[in-house]
């Protein structure tokens, strides 16, 4: 099974249909409103951006597993991101990305090391899994590995269908 298989919600509620991004990069990143990494929204959504038309799609999905930094209601996430950041990429549902309720997306995901051999537990909040287009995951990256830094955008780069 891969990533576009797993069922999650949008943040909206509806069914997110990861299916329709069969074909494109997808960048999953668990992500807080209340942490210090929290700007990296705009970098994400710069990417999302300039990426868009070659195929990249990122894929918010909000977690208030660490330090219970994203206490929000979905429509309180929802504005927080549009009038903060400007946010147009999909967001989903709210859900745990550890422990015995790990979502399914992320129990796909975690198996994956990054660059300095973690595999795993998710450490923080904005850590950033590359899936191919195919549904295969291709990278992990460490939460403070910003959107543009050059190792990110390199991997994205070599993935993208068009």
Request: proline letters at 7%; glycine letters at 12%.
């Amino acid at each position: 099974m891969s990533v576009f298989d797993v069922e999650i919600s949008a943040l909206t509620g509806e069914p997110a249909n990861l299916g329709q991004h069969r074909g494109n990069a997808v960048l999953v990143v668990n992500v807080a409103s209340q942490c210090g990494l929290t700007p990296q929204y705009a970098g994400l959504q710069a990417l999302a951006e300039a990426y868009a038309d070659r195929g990249l799609v990122v894929l918010g999905v909000p977690c208030n597993q660490f330090g219970s930094q994203e206490p929000g209601t979905a429509t309180e996430i929802a504005e927080f991101c549009e009038s903060g950041y400007g946010v147009t990429f999909p967001l989903t549902e709210k859900v745990e990305v550890n422990g015995a309720g790990r979502h399914p997306l992320y129990a796909g995901l975690v198996g994956t090391a990054d660059a300095d051999g973690h595999s795993g537990d998710i450490r923080w909040n904005f850590e950033k899994f590359l899936v191919s287009p195919d549904g295969a995951v291709a990278g992990r990256f460490h939460p403070r590995v910003e959107p543009q830094a050059p190792e990110l955008t390199t991997a994205i780069e070599k993935l993208l269908p068009r």
